[in-house]
């Protein structure tokens, strides 16, 4: 399995930027994806999570600004992020794990990562 993020870069606080993921593997309907991320000297955390039964969780940091969605027919995982703060500044990775439910930890397939800069 192997994923590819894209969708970083600029953007001013207040604004919006959406993520995507793509990942090449036949099984991706039934993978758990998660959109993680690490500030500058900051450990990596899970942002926001979507099972394959399409339940979703999120970090209390990013409830209600950011969305994670799936399209199972485009093997695509989205972060849509709006509101965005400086605080937000991460480089952004995708994750896909086998495990049921939304793991927090222990993904099994990762993404390069995408970097995110937010100005204010």
């Known amino acids: 399995v192997q994923l590819q993020a894209s969708g970083g870069g600029l953007g001013q606080a207040g604004g919006s930027l959406r993520l995507s993921c793509a990942v090449v593997g036949r099984t991706f309907r039934r993978y758990a994806m998660g959109w993680f991320r690490q500030a500058s000297g900051k450990e990596r955390e899970l942002v926001a999570g979507i099972s394959w039964s399409d339940g979703t969780y999120y970090a209390d940091s990013v409830k209600g600004r950011f969305t994670i969605s799936r399209d199972n027919a485009k093997n695509t995982v989205y972060l849509q992020m709006n509101s965005l703060k400086a605080e937000d500044t991460a480089v952004y990775y995708c994750?896909?794990?086998?495990?049921?439910?939304?793991?927090?930890?222990?993904?099994?397939?990762w993404g390069q990562g995408t970097l995110v800069t937010v100005s204010s």
């Open positions: 994750a896909a794990s086998g495990r049921n439910g939304i793991p927090r930890t222990n993904y099994d397939y």
